[in-house]
């Protein structure tokens, strides 16, 4: 099978030489962006056009407010903060992720509790969710949802859309809201994708989104949190411009806050890239189009959308016989110069996630034995000029 894959791949992209995962697309309108932006010397942050970039964003996806970060991350530890998450507090989330959403956890000194994801969309389960609560947790006089085996408060979950493809969210917010617990949707891979043609991050109190490198669209660095509270709005921005206070002579800040705002530079690149966006969730999906036709053919399961969704097939997915074949795809690949790449270790293996609470994660350690990652690009594909 590895030589068949090879061979389509490196048809697909029309060469034999290296072919990355997901390379970033970058056209002219980015490169004058990017030289206006550093003629102005208006480079760093809090400049006019991170408010366009995030205007922009709210226009595409539907959210009322976006506020820029530096980083996805950085955007996850702020959305955990305003949703109430303290020191010993406990946050659910999934061990098939990367690793930036359990270290935001940890940044607040909380304690992530890490459930099982869906075989179909690789997203946190609503099962597990709901069979986590219903057997381990109780609302208390006070309205918080505790675990009753640790004797500490859960003040939120977040969920992944997993390379694009959409989590059970509608499912999740419902549980979320029966516990009262906060929802962030971790969405830093998914910008685009649709659920119930609703854009996912818009969903949950907070979304988080990421314009990393080898994101959609890219700011070369960048994060955002979505949100349609207009205080919870407020708050984000001012906290991640370290709580300064409007002043226009002298340095006063009301809080400990966080350098997180996006600088100006990137925020000119974002600008541009978010304008293709339609262009590229068009192209990504003709390419995943090519994929789903060749796996047909060849009896590869590979990952798809669910009815109701739209996916920006951020990256396209095949699932292995077992982790034997799995790593020979993965050995056969990368040897013969085509970048392909199993899921992230999960989270509960890492040696300092160990101590965390944990369900059966059957699913999850099904899947890390067997997902390979494939050459996802714009650029290279044989669409790059739609």
Known sequence: MSKDL????????????????HEPFFDEKDKEAMVSVIESSFVSSVGPLVSEFERLVCDYTGSKFAI???????????SLLLSGVNQGDEVITQSLTFVATCNAISYCSAHPIFLDVSLSNLG?????????????????????????SSNRIIKACVPMHTFGLSVDIEDIKDICMKYN??????AA????????????????????????????????GGGMILTNDPEKAALAK???????????????HDRVGFNYRMPNLNAALGISQIKKIDKFIIIKRKIANRY??????????????AKDDRSNYWLNTIIAEDVGHRDGILKDTNTSKVMTRPAWNPMHTLSFNKKFQTDSLENTKWLFERLVNLPSSIKGSPYESL
Do not use: M
């Open 6 to 21: 090879i061979n389509f791949i490196q048809d697909l992209y029309d060469t034999k030489n290296f072919i990355p995962l």
């Open 68 to 78: 820029a970060t530096s980083n996805g991350t950085a955007a996850l530890h702020t």
């Open 124 to 148: 946190l389960s609503s099962e597990s969710l709901s069979n986590f609560l219903e057997q381990n947790c109780e609302i208390r006089e006070d309205g918080y949802c505790w675990n009753k």
């Open 181 to 186: 617990i906060a929802l962030i949707e971790d």
């Open 189 to 220: 891979e998914s910008l685009g994708s649709l659920h119930n043609k609703k854009h996912s991050g818009t969903l949950g109190d907070f979304g988080v989104l990421s314009f990393n490198g080898n994101k959609i669209i890219t700011t070369g």
């Open 238 to 252: 001012h906290l991640t411009t370290t709580a300064k206070l409007s002043d226009k002579l002298f340095f006063n």
């Open 292 to 305: 789903q036709e060749w796996a047909d053919l060849n009896s590869i399961h590979i990952l798809k959308e």
